[in-house]
């Protein structure tokens, strides 16, 4: 019986094989990203609602939201960079935190557009 469970024991050893993990930066980037487009959906029925004149708050609050993505996005391409991270997840951290600094950047550029025409 010794024999047998030191076998088992080798192959369970044998087995674990080096795993991908997800660092917790990344999975708080992916986080930040959804909450980030929720935010913006929640801001254009804002501005929506009311015609255009929704004051200060809906101007400034997607400024501090395109910096803390481009922060995620940073984060999220750094660890593209490693070998041991899942690419799957951080791919689409990466992805959606990129497009959303791409679409506030785009928006604020049509309004500065619109504004100094």
């Known amino acids: ?6 076998a088992k024991m080798r192959k369970k050893r044998i087995i674990k094989i080096a795993t991908k993990k997800l660092p917790v930066s990344v999975i ?3 986080i930040t990203g ?7 959906i929640a801001m254009c ?5 009311n015609l255009g004149n929704a004051g200060q708050i809906v101007g400034i609050v997607p400024v501090i ?3 803390i993505n481009a922060v995620a996005f940073f984060i999220s391409y ?3 960079k490693r070998e041991d ?21 785009v928006l604020y550029l049509i309004g ?3 504004m100094f025409r």
């Open 1 to 6: 019986m010794d024999n047998y469970k030191a």
């Open 28 to 30: 708080v980037a992916f």
């Open 34 to 40: 959804i909450l980030s487009f929720i935010l913006f």
């Open 45 to 49: 029925v804002i501005s929506a609602i």
């Open 65 to 67: 939201s395109v910096i």
């Open 78 to 80: 750094q660890n593209l």
């Open 85 to 105: 991270v899942k690419k799957g997840f951080v791919s689409i951290s990466a992805f959606l935190n990129g497009g959303m600094v791409i679409i506030y950047l």
């Open 112 to 114: 500065f557009y619109v």
